[in-house]
Each structure stands twice: as C-alpha cells, then as structure tokens.
C-alpha cells in the first residue's frame, strides 16, 4: 500500500484488494450468514 502526493487519497493494487476482500469474506463467514460484499473502486490513470 502506497500513497501518492494528496493526503486524502489512498492507493492499493489490484492484488491488495482481492487479498483484503478475502479476508474480509473468510472473517465474515466465520461470524455467520451474511449475503455479500459490494465493492467500488476508482481507477486513476498515471501520466
């Protein structure tokens, strides 16, 4: 996880995401039943 020259913006990869929302379902499926996770995410083009 990296971040950029604004404070307010937080950069991770694509791996990162998918790692952490793993994590996220096997935690969450350890608690109980629970219907899904919604994600959105925002692309930034690097120039």
């Not at 996880?1 to 694509?14: E, G, K, P, T, V």
């Not at 608690?31 to 959105?40: H, L, N, T, Y």
């Amino acid at each position: 996880m990296s971040r950029n020259s604004s404070a307010d913006d937080l950069i991770i990869s694509w791996v990162e995401l998918h790692r952490d929302a793993r994590y996220l379902s096997e935690m969450l499926h350890r608690i109980g039943s629970w219907k899904g996770i919604i994600a959105i995410t925002r692309a930034r083009l690097r120039r």
